[in-house]
């Protein structure tokens, strides 16, 4: 008899989550838990100042503090070649400054000391002397003739320009709008925000002198990655290097690029023979490591009398801080933007994008989003929202309009995207319902007339999913797939290794369950490993969504491997021919007579105890999956809101989340990342920002600054699926852990742009703070851009 | 948390507490919920030498209402204690109501509604509760206690007049001339904000009439705003849509907001108004169902 798949905990089983068990116990192994034997503690010290020259540093009164054994300084680090290393973009970030510091909280110098509290002291007592220079905070600024070179320590960098790109077909474009009957316009600022994960980066450096290994525990998404790059840049032969990443506090992408602290951390063990721990402090993390965002949109829209849209211009101007670190397929200047009006039929469009460098934290990570895909939809709901509006036309009607529909696919986009299925329709159709779209015009009319504001925002999307492929998609050359082993063990039990790395998804609970799927052996039954480069097979590591559509394809391509030989063995302990057996879930049968089987187990211990002759022991394999294309999940969201006309505070009555990504592995966590995504958005769209005042400072340095919504204020989501399995994934699956972030803040901004929409406001840049909201309602003027940070009376 | 090096006093009396602080001349700072000295210590904007922590008082660890209606709150009363109190509630509606408001959840476990007073925070709620229920701290030094007004206690922001060698031993709030009503309003940005701009009403009601009005702001001054002078307009009158709209705008005029990434000036003030307007309007509403 077949196995009960969802018994076994196999494809669509909400199985409970195994990582759970030990983080609700508090038995999780984050680096911070790690303690090696005679291991000393970092601690850095951070510039004060957003742009200045060093003139000098004085490091003398921090060694007179006892227990401190070393302080590293930028001229140290370049006697060894390591004052700069090489960003994820083919720029160069100081690791300790030796010239200027560029930003507020740039790394100066180093402590290591017996415990933190001496090293905290000890950077108190370093003395460092700054020739304070302009400073610039915001891409209009470094895009002034004259204004102060950043990156002066450049050659061939004559401004603060770190790009000019362009995509698209200009003249087809040029054509449309030439063409067209209404021309719809849309400028927007996203603003910076920062991941911020529980957990903040740090490391634990162990260079071993004898065996010449070293090893080090540290805070990546991406441990494979780290170890190439410590391997070129500290020119460490390969295999001597092991890079662990232990249990993941959350990633959101800010634990993808290499920081100052993990290299200063090498470099000091190397010294002091001895492991070396940093750990980050909330601020530290905050003001320099990688953000998210902080691009300003423009475009238009070209469009017939009737709704259709016939072309798309774009512009970005994005602030890349001090170092162009965005963490993005090398191919690309500003990730993948030109995804934008993917799920739209818009024949042609053309993005230009120009990127600046600012005296701001570098980063430009994919914060919980497939490379600036969060930008590109934004703009793109909002501009639709637009458009709609200077047409007359009901919003959904106007996505329903040009929405590519169901018989189109596969559909290339006008900038070269191959879209290769879904069901946009059935989807917006399902969020309406629920949302009580019907009625809700006559609902508003009457609020209004009452005094209420009632607003209804919409947000349909699809994005790309899943790089690679590997012609198209690499970072820093080294090709965009992934990997999976899996070792069957003589009772039938197994471990699956992958190159992914986890970090809240779930993955030792989802990938147990592909296997399931594929070979029968139950979900419990597998344990998972990720993290540790000298166990796993190589892999590009875990953001951009890409596990499930990459690392999730080889699980499932390496246990069809394992089911092939298990195959052949079924055979001979059957003693029939390979072409006579069946496979049903768990077993092989012969086909004349399906009592006569053997169990997936069974053949695992003949793999060891008695296997066919000439066929080699053992029951295991791997897989290198390259995906054939992206994977395309599509989202339809729908918020609503009420918004209070004297104090410009926002309610959310209701949100509807309809999301198609395909095959779901396990729903319930299909579930929570949406979920979590969603409160991501409601936080972006009311109170998640980081700014700048004009020296530099940021503002959004700690959490009574920086503000998560708590489970207090994130509202309640209602959460429908649709499934059109993705045609080219070995299982069907898509990719979700980011449609919420991506696809989220443009519901609710259109909810309260529909609410005030009566006034004649256009837009109203997140945050939707009340006091901008307010503005807004009682100005009917847009608002635009950050809040001031200035105070004044 | 790396802070400074400290040393630390958990002394059992009142009496040693205050031999503690008078011995260590200033250096040493009185540790009570922690929720506004641990995180500056944290950040190293406090260092203090020498932590005194009163924690270990129990006989300060009390709130209770006497039969003529004073109340009294222990230096280690918990804002949480306060919550969901049905003699509070009777007692001071505004206590009730801010106490909710307050932090988070579990800031109020731990944070004290005295040790919020002494700390003077701008933007604190219950140094503007206080200042609007016009009551006074009771201060223990060497020489004894003294009772400190709540007007010249919070002198301005972070500032107390406790003597180094002084601990503020318990709030009191005075019976009230009537029936006492109330309510609390504040904006934040998210739980655990502290107020872009809130409200504190009390009002002590002989039948219908005014007899006595408190109102104070947080959030929209470089200090606890106190607007007890335009709330007396309306002491020996009724409530009316007329008085309350002409207070609401007087007490607007005396916040001193600055425009700041939470709002302009002129948005916090008009969130001021609104604020005395719907207290003050809730309670004429509230009055006029029960008569
Ligand atoms: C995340 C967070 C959010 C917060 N949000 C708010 C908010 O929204 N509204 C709000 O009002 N507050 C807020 N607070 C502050 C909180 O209410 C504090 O509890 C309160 O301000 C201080 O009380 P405490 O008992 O914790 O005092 P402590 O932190 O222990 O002490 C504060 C200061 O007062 C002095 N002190 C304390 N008790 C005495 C005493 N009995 N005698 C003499 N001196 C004393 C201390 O020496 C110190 O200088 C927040 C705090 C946190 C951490």
Redesign the interface.
């Known amino acids: 008899m077949a196995l009960d798949e969802i018994k076994i905990g196999g494809l669509g089983a909400s199985r409970r989550r195994v990582e759970d068990n030990r983080f609700i116990r508090g038995k999780g192994n984050y680096v911070d838990d790690i303690v090696l034997p005679g291991m000393l503690h970092m601690?850095l010290l951070r510039s004060p100042v957003a742009h200045a020259r060093i003139k000098s540093i004085d490091v003398s009164k921090a060694y007179d503090i006892p227990g401190v054994r070393l302080v590293l300084t930028g001229e140290m680090m370049a006697a060894r070649n390591l004052a700069w290393m090489p960003t994820l973009s083919y720029d160069t970030q100081a690791v300790l400054a030796t010239d200027k510091v560029r930003f507020q909280g740039q790394e100066v110098a180093a402590v290591i000391a017996d415990d933190?509290?001496i090293?905290?002291?000890a950077c108190?007592a370093i003395v460092v002397e700054y020739e304070q220079l302009p400073v610039i905070v915001n891409p209009f600024q470094a895009m002034e003739s004259g204004s102060e070179v950043i990156r002066d320590d450049k050659e061939n960098q004559p401004g603060n320009k770190i790009f000019d790109w362009e995509i698209g077909d200009k003249a087809a474009t040029d054509k449309a709008f030439a063409e067209a009957d209404v021309i719809s316009k849309m400028e927007l600022h996203y603003p910076r925000s920062h991941p911020s994960p529980m957990e903040t980066c740090g490391s634990i450096a162990d260079f071993n002198r004898a065996t010449g290994k070293l090893t080090v525990y540290m805070t990546s998404q991406a441990p494979h990655i780290v170890r190439a790059a410590v391997a070129m840049v500290a020119e460490l032969p390969e295999h001597m290097i092991r890079i662990v990443s232990p249990d993941l506090g959350g990633g959101f992408g800010n634990k993808v690029p290499i920081y100052p602290g993990y290299v200063i951390s090498i470099l000091a063990s190397i010294l002091t023979e001895v492991p070396v721990k940093w750990i980050e402090?909330k601020?530290g993390n905050l003001i320099s490591t990688g953000f998210g965002r902080d691009v300003y949109l423009q475009g238009e829209m070209a469009l017939r009398k009737d709704g259709k849209m016939l072309g798309m211009r774009m512009k970005t101007i994005s602030d890349h801080g001090a170092f162009y670190a965005d963490a993005q397929p090398s191919k690309f200047k500003i990730g993948l933007m030109h995804s934008a009006f993917a799920c739209y039929d818009v024949p042609a469009a053309h993005l230009e994008s120009v990127g600046y460098y600012t005296n701001k934290a570098p980063g430009g990570v994919a914060y919980r989003c497939s490379f600036r895909v969060t930008e590109a939809m934004f703009f793109q709901e909002r501009m639709v929202h637009a458009a709609a509006n200077d047409l007359g036309m009901d919003q959904a009607e106007f996505r329903r309009m040009n929405l590519v529909k169901d018989d189109m696919f596969p559909y290339r986009t006008a900038f070269g995207f191959l879209t290769d299925s879904g069901q946009y329709g059935k989807c917006l159709d399902i969020g309406m319902k629920a949302i009580g779209y019907d009625n809700y015009k006559a609902e508003q009319a009457e609020a209004r007339s009452r005094g209420k504001l009632l607003g209804i925002g919409i947000s349909t999307m699809t994005e790309p999913l899943g790089a690679g492929n590997s012609r198209e998609y690499d970072i820093l050359g080294i090709k965009m797939f992934d990997s999976a082993e899996l070792r069957v063990h003589m009772t039938g039990k197994a471990i699956l290794r992958t190159g992914a790395m986890n970090q809240g998804q779930g993955h030792q609970t989802t990938w147990a369950q592909i296997v399931a799927h594929e070979l029968g052996i139950p979900a419990d039954d597998v344990t998972v490993e990720e993290g540790d480069t000298d166990t796993a097979p190589f892999g590009m590591g875990t953001y951009a969504s890409r596990s499930t559509p990459v690392a999730g394809a080889a699980v499932a391509m390496v246990a069809r491997k394992i089911r092939a030989k298990a195959r052949k063995i079924a055979a001979h302990l059957l003693e029939v021919s390979e072409e006579d057996i069946e496979w049903e879930l768990g077993r092989f049968y012969v086909r004349s007579n399906k009592e006569r089987g053997v169990t997936i187990q069974d053949c695992a211990l003949a793999a060891y105890s008695n296997m066919p002759d000439g066929m080699e022991p053992g029951l295991e394999n791997n897989a290198y999956y390259d995906p054939p294309n992206l994977t395309w999940p599509f989202a339809a969201y729908f918020v609503k809101v009420e918004v209070d006309a004297?104090?410009?505070?926002w309610d959310v009555l209701k949100v509807v989340a309809v999301d198609d990504c395909g095959v779901r592995i396990n729903p319930m966590v299909v579930e929570g990342q949406i979920m979590g995504g969603l409160t991501e958005a409601y936080a972006m769209a009311?109170?998640q920002y980081q700014?700048y005042d004009d020296e530099g400072n940021c503002?959004g340095s700690?959490y009574?600054d920086y503000?998560l919504?708590?489970a207090?204020?994130t509202p309640g989501f209602e959460l429908h699926e649709v499934v059109t399995p993705c045609p080219h994934h070995p299982i069907g699956a898509k990719g979700v852990g980011e449609c919420a972030t991506v696809a989220g803040p443009a519901a609710f901004v259109n909810a309260v742009v529909d609410a005030l929409g009566h006034l004649g406001v256009r837009n109203i840049d997140m945050p939707m703070?009340?006091?901008r909201v307010?503005?807004a309602l009682t100005t009917g003027k847009d608002i635009s851009g950050m809040?001031?940070?200035?105070?004044?009376? | 948390m790396y802070p400074s090096r400290f040393g630390y006093e958990l002394p059992k009396t009142v009496e040693e507490a205050v031999a503690l602080l008078d011995a260590h001349g200033g250096e040493a700072k009185v540790l009570a919920g922690g929720q506004s000295l641990v995180p500056m210590m944290r950040l190293r904007f406090a260092a203090p030498e020498m932590l005194i922590d009163i924690n270990g008082i129990e006989a300060l660890h009390y709130n209770r209402v006497d039969a003529d209606g004073t109340v009294h709150i222990g230096a280690l009363c918990r804002h949480e204690e306060l919550e969901d109190n049905p003699a509070i509630a009777k007692a001071i509606p505004t206590i009730a109501a801010a106490a909710p408001l307050v932090a988070d959840p579990i800031v109020r476990t731990r944070g004290t509604f005295v040790g919020s007073v002494c700390h003077a925070d701008p933007q604190g709620d219950w140094a503007a509760t206080m200042t609007a229920l016009g009551g006074h701290i009771v201060a223990q030094g060497p020489k004894g206690k003294r009772d400190i007004p709540i007007a010249d206690f919070v002198i301005g922001p972070f500032q107390n007049t406790l003597a180094f060698n002084e601990i503020a031993i318990e709030a009191v709030i005075p019976a009230p001339k009537g029936v006492r009503v109330g309510n609390y309003l504040k904006l934040e940005r998210r739980v655990g904000d502290f107020a872009t701009a809130s409200v504190a009403v009390s009002l002590d009601m002989k039948g219908d009439t005014v007899a006595y009005a408190g109102i104070a702001l947080a959030g929209v001054g470089g200090r606890t705003i106190n607007a007890n002078a335009a709330a007396s307009a309306l002491v020996g009158k009724k409530l009316t849509a007329e008085n309350i709209a002409s207070v609401a705008a007087a007490v607007a005029a005396v916040a001193e907001p600055r425009t700041d990434h939470r709002g302009s000036a002129d948005y916090k003030r008009q969130i001021v108004k609104t604020f005395v307007e719907r207290i003050l309007t809730g309670l004429l509403n509230t009055s006029q169902k029960a008569a």
């Open positions: 601690e933190p509290y090293a905290k002291d108190q402090d601020t004297e104090t410009g505070v009311s109170m700014t503002i700690n009574m503000l919504p708590t207090w204020e703070m009340p006091n307010y503005e809040p001031p940070v200035k105070m004044g009376d």
